[in-house]
């Protein structure tokens, strides 16, 4: 196996409980090797791998969403990529607890092919429990119950089904 390049290797697909992953030390004069679990210790599933999935929307107009566990921080996703038709959204956020907003930042944006015609794809609302300004303190009340539910308003003018795909990262 010398000289083997990582990306010639076959995946492994068994279990990988105490399997070792090899690490060098900060000045590389030394080689080590680590359990997983040591290495992954605290950690969930998520931290290591994003979760991701998908709606199909319908024509017409669409209210998707997801929902996290509460008490984390994220990174989230929505990408609805078509001919003529573009809806993005990220953000980065934070709850505690699920009546209290989520305290972060959001963008959502949505393709316009032109001033004559509506998009194919139309991001019409974004999650609303998403508080925070840049420098801020932010003491906004939230009158909901699920600030882990993220909703989305879709509308979908392509006249066949679409599909938009969401994900998400754990990051705390």
Known sequence: MANTKISA????????????????????????????ET??????TNVVSPVSGSWTLSAGTNTVSFTV???E???????????????NWNATVTLSNTN????????GWWYDPSPSTTG???????????????????T????????????FGITNNSG??????YGYTKVS
């Open 140 to 151: 906004t009340i939230y009158m909901g119950s699920t600030s882990n539910v993220f909703t």
């Open 9 to 36: 290797l076959p995946t492994f697909t068994g279990d990988t409980t105490g399997a070792y992953l090899v690490m060098d030390n900060s000045s590389l004069t030394e080689t080590f090797k680590v359990p997983k």
């Open 39 to 44: 290495l992954f210790s605290g950690y969930t």
């Open 69 to 71: 566990t509460a008490g």
């Open 120 to 138: 194919t794809l139309v991001l019409t609302a974004i999650p609303n429990q998403i508080v925070g300004t840049a420098g801020g303190i932010s």
């Open 100 to 107: 209290v907003p989520a305290i972060g930042v959001q963008y």
């Open 73 to 87: 921080s994220y990174v989230m996703w929505v990408n609805g990529n078509i001919p003529n038709g573009i809806v």
């Open 160 to 165: 066949a089904a679409q599909i938009v795909y």
